[in-house]
């Protein structure tokens, strides 16, 4: 893994476009994207820049169930207001959350990835370690799937919701084997809160307790952390 730590999350964000922007001008075509507030700096950065995405294809990693694509709350709008409204994608793929088939939804989904394999996958971590909503103890093996929200996580994303009862309690996600498949991953994580995470995912045993702790087995991860996220390294 190689660890780039920088002073605060705006020169992270700023860090890993400039790592997108490279990937993207050597060829890659299929981009994993992810939501949560890590991106957002990533997200900015892109809006106010000059690269074309009309020939970029987008996975996404995540969505709640029973959300549609207009509640503003989905991962979907997410990516519609942070980058698509202002960077027009070839395509664009994201869970759908409404599907009255999850089961027939996530391998729909697996066949996606299938096709477009992931040249650039990009990742936050939760405070537990979780990747996409991998929550600990999800096997590695695992493709697409359908996932209860633990109460820690629940609790840690009621904060884009009015009250906490209003967050879904599942979603659909890709697997962790989704993840390994990316061609390379740059993962994201800033502040404090995520500092354990990002030690147990660095220097922790590779366990399904930790499901980012896979990534020290993948041969292409940029970690990009703030000061206070590497305080515990
Ligand atoms: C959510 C998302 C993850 C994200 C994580 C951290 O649960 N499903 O993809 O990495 O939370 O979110 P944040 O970046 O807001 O801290």
Redesign the pocket.
Known sequence: MKIIVTKNDIQGGAKAFELFEKGIKNGAKVLGL??????EPLYQNWVESDLNCNNLISIN??EYVGLKPDDPQS?HYFMQKHLFDKKPFKKTYVPDGTASDVAQACKDYDQIIKDNPIDIQL?????NG????NEPGTPFDIGTHEVK?TEN?IK??SR?FDSIDDVPKS?I?MGTANIMQSKSIVL????E??AHAVKEMIEGPITEEVPASILQKHPDVTVIVDEAAASEL
Request: include cysteine; proline fraction near 3%.
């Open positions: 992810a939501t949560g507030s890590t991106p990693l995540d991962y990742l936050g971590i939760g405070r979780h990747i996409a909503f929200l996580t840690a994303n884009f979603a996600c994201m994580a800033f502040g809160k995520k």
